[in-house]
T-cell receptor, first 109, second 114 residues
C-alpha cells in the first residue's frame, strides 16, 4: 500500500538545538517528494522538491535530503520563527499525491 | 514562483446557506486541482481531485452532493458547500499542480457555520 509516514508527530526544541524530521514513504515509483511548511490558519508553503536518491536542497536553516525510502528535513540552529507544522508529500509515478500527517515543530526561546 | 489564490479567506454563514470557495492558479495552467479539509491540529484530508473539463473524483466518505466541485477552466476551480451546517465548519484548502511535478497550495478558507 502506498503511504507516507512522518515522525515525530511533535517536536520541541530549544533555540539553537539542531534536529531532523523524518518522512518515510512506500510508493510503487517516486516522481517527486515535497516538503511544505504550514503556519496555523494558513495554507502550506512550498519549501523543497526532491526527485532522486542522494539529492539535497537547502534553504536558510533547512536542508532536505532523500534516500530510496525516506527523506529528512534537517533544521540547523532553529529559531522560534521556525515553529510550524512541516508536511511531506510524495508524487508517485501513477500521478497520485500522498501526504504525511505532518510534524508540529515548536522552538522555545 | 507559482501562486495559487484562494478566496474568500474566511466565511461566516447561517446554517442552510450555500458557500462557494474559489481557487485560482495565477501564473500557470493547472491541469489538476485538489480540495482538502483540515481540522484544528490535524493534517490535510483530501476531499476530491478535479481535472479541467471533467467531473471531480471524490474520496471515500465525501458527499459529492454536499461538496460540489467545478473545474471550469485551467485556472479556476470552485468548491461549493451546499446547505452548510455547523458540522461543515472547517478549514478548506485547495492546491493545484502544473502537471510538471509541482504542487502549490492556496491560503485556505476558514468556514464557520452558525
Amino acid at each position: 500500500e502506498d503511504q507516507v509516514t512522518q515522525s515525530p508527530e511533535a517536536l520541541r526544541l530549544q533555540e539553537g538545538e539542531s534536529s531532523s524530521l523524518n518522512c518515510s514513504y512506500t510508493v510503487s515509483g517516486l516522481r517527486g517528494l515535497f516538503w511544505y511548511r504550514q503556519d496555523p490558519g494558513k495554507g502550506p508553503e512550498f519549501l523543497f522538491t526532491l526527485y532522486s536518491a542522494g539529492e539535497e536542497k537547502e534553504k536558510e536553516r533547512l536542508k532536505a535530503t532523500l534516500t530510496k525510502k525516506e527523506s529528512f528535513l534537517h533544521i540547523t540552529a532553529p529559531k522560534p520563527e521556525d515553529s510550524a507544522t512541516y508536511l511531506c508529500a510524495v508524487l508517485s509515478t501513477g500521478n497520485q499525491f500522498y501526504f504525511g500527517t505532518g510534524t508540529s515543530l515548536t522552538v522555545i526561546p | 514562483g507559482a501562486v495559487v489564490s484562494q478566496h474568500p479567506s474566511r466565511v461566516i454563514c447561517k446554517s442552510g446557506t450555500s458557500v462557494k470557495i474559489e481557487c485560482r492558479s495565477l501564473d500557470f495552467q493547472a491541469t489538476t486541482m485538489f480540495w482538502y479539509r483540515q481540522f484544528p491540529k490535524q493534517s490535510l484530508m483530501l476531499m476530491a481531485t478535479s481535472n479541467e473539463g471533467s467531473k471531480a473524483t471524490y474520496e471515500q466518505g465525501v458527499e459529492k452532493d454536499k461538496f460540489l466541485i467545478n473545474h471550469a477552466s485551467l485556472t479556476l476551480s470552485t468548491l461549493t458547500v451546499a446547505s452548510a451546517h455547523p458540522e461543515d465548519s472547517s478549514f478548506y484548502i485547495c492546491s493545484a499542480t502544473t502537471g510538471n511535478e509541482k504542487l502549490f497550495f492556496g491560503s485556505g478558507t476558514q468556514l464557520s457555520v452558525l
